[in-house]
T-cell receptor, first 114, second 114 residues
Framework: AQTVTQSQPEMSVQEAETVTLSCTYDTSESDYYLFWYKQPPSRQMILVIRQEAYKQQNATENRFSVNFQKAAKSFSLKISDSQLGDAAMYFCAYRSRNNNDMRFGAGTRLTVKP | DVKVTQSSRYLVKRTGEKVFLECVQDMDHENMFWYRQDPGLGLRLIYFSYDVKMKEKGDIPEGYSVSREKKERFSLILESASTNQTSMYLC?????????????FGPGTRLTVT
C-alpha cells in the first residue's frame, strides 16, 4: 500500500518569507497524482496545488509551487511571500491513477509570524 | 462552486448510542468518502462509495457502516459509539472522469463520545 510521510509536524515562517514543506511517498506505481491540501483553523480543507507524475514540469499556483522529484519520491511545497492567511494545516496526498481513494500524510502545521 | 455539507459541526454522544453522520454534495459526483482525522495520523479512510448503493471498506472500517441510497447523500453510521471513536469526521466527494481530480471536502463533524 502506498504511504505518505510528512516529517515536519510543525513549521513556522516570518511573514513575507519563504517556507518549504516536505513530503515523501512510497509507491511501486509509475503513474499517479500528488496533491497539497490546506486546512485553515476551523475551516474546510481546500486544494492548494496538484501534480501529475508523468509531467516533469513542477506545478505552480501563484505563490505556491512544488518541487517534484519522482526518482526520490519527494513532493515538497514552497510558499513564497508568506501571508498571515497561509497559517493552516497542510496535508500532502497521493492518488493512484487507477482508483479514486487518496492517501494522506499526517500533516504539517504552519504558523506565520507577523 | 462545489458544495459538500455535513449535518453537524459538533456532536456529543454517549457510549453505546447509535450515531448518524450525514453528508450531502451538490455536484453530482459519483464518488464519496468518509475519513476520520486525528492529530499525528492525518486523514484515514473509513469507507467510500463509487455509486448509489455501492460501498467499499477503507483502512479503518471497524465499528462503522455506511449508507448511500441517493447519489448526493452518503451517511456514516456508528452502530454503538465508543470513546475511541471521538474524532473529527470529514466527508469528501469527487468525480470519476480520468485525471487529477481533487476531492472536495465538507466542513467536518467533531464527534465526542463520552
Amino acid at each position: 500500500a502506498q504511504t505518505v510521510t510528512q516529517s515536519q509536524p510543525e513549521m513556522s515562517v516570518q511573514e513575507a518569507e519563504t517556507v518549504t514543506l516536505s513530503c515523501t511517498y512510497d509507491t511501486s506505481e509509475s503513474d499517479y497524482y500528488l496533491f497539497w491540501y490546506k486546512q485553515p483553523p476551523s475551516r474546510q480543507m481546500i486544494l492548494v496545488i496538484r501534480q501529475e507524475a508523468y509531467k516533469q514540469q513542477n506545478a505552480t499556483e501563484n505563490r505556491f509551487s512544488v518541487n517534484f522529484q519522482k526518482a526520490a519520491k519527494s513532493f515538497s511545497l514552497k510558499i513564497s511571500d508568506s501571508q498571515l492567511g497561509d497559517a493552516a494545516m497542510y496535508f500532502c496526498a497521493y492518488r493512484s491513477r487507477n482508483n479514486n481513494d487518496m492517501r494522506f500524510g499526517a500533516g504539517t502545521r504552519l504558523t506565520v509570524k507577523p | 462552486d462545489v458544495k459538500v455539507t455535513q449535518s453537524s459541526r459538533y456532536l456529543v454522544k454517549r457510549t453505546g448510542e447509535k450515531v448518524f453522520l450525514e453528508c450531502v454534495q451538490d455536484m453530482d459526483h459519483e464518488n464519496m468518502f468518509w475519513y476520520r482525522q486525528d492529530p499525528g495520523l492525518g486523514l484515514r479512510l473509513i469507507y467510500f462509495s463509487y455509486d448509489v448503493k455501492m460501498k467499499e471498506k477503507g483502512d479503518i472500517p471497524e465499528g462503522y457502516s455506511v449508507s448511500r441510497e441517493k447519489k448526493e447523500r452518503f451517511s456514516l453510521i456508528l452502530e454503538s459509539a465508543s470513546t475511541n471513536q471521538t474524532s473529527m469526521y470529514l466527508c469528501a466527494s469527487t468525480e470519476t472522469q480520468p485525471g487529477p481530480n481533487e476531492q472536495y471536502f465538507g466542513p467536518g463533524t467533531r464527534l465526542t463520545v463520552t
